[in-house]
């Protein structure tokens, strides 16, 4: 089984950036997709952004487009977010998980199962 853990959350000012880093321990992420996910205070879990098994291929919700990049490093067994631009509403708990289908990609890679998920990374964006 693998196992996750994020790390690189804080408090940030708005128009800032963090990176956000997923490492993963157990067995090898390499051959499935990895997706971020966030879920603020009395809301439901957000997707955020995916990424493909061998990182070929991206993609990300609409609030976060153009502001956030997914990336990973499969030898490193790791997975990142870059965050820029952030904005108050960006303020939740930050989730990786992996995509439970190897090699599988498409467009509803935010609506196929994930799991197992990482601990969260607290990320708060002041005004």
């Known amino acids: 089984q693998v196992q996750l853990v994020e790390s690189g959350g804080g408090l940030v000012q708005s128009g800032g950036s963090l990176r956000l880093s997923c490492a993963a321990s157990g067995r090898t992420i390499s051959a499935h997709a990895m997706g971020w996910f966030r879920q603020a205070p009395g809301k439901e879990r957000e997707f955020v952004a995916a990424?493909?098994?061998?990182?070929?291929?991206?993609y990300y919700g609409d609030s976060v487009k153009g502001r956030f990049t997914i990336s990973r490093d499969n030898v490193k067994n790791t997975v990142y977010l870059q965050m820029n631009s952030l904005k108050p509403e960006d303020t939740a708990v930050y989730y990786c998980a992996v995509n439970k289908i190897a090699f599988w990609w498409g467009t509803n890679i935010a609506t196929t199962p994930f799991g197992p998920w990482g601990q969260g990374t607290q990320v708060t964006v002041s005004s």
């Open positions: 990424i493909s098994w061998n990182g070929g291929n991206t």
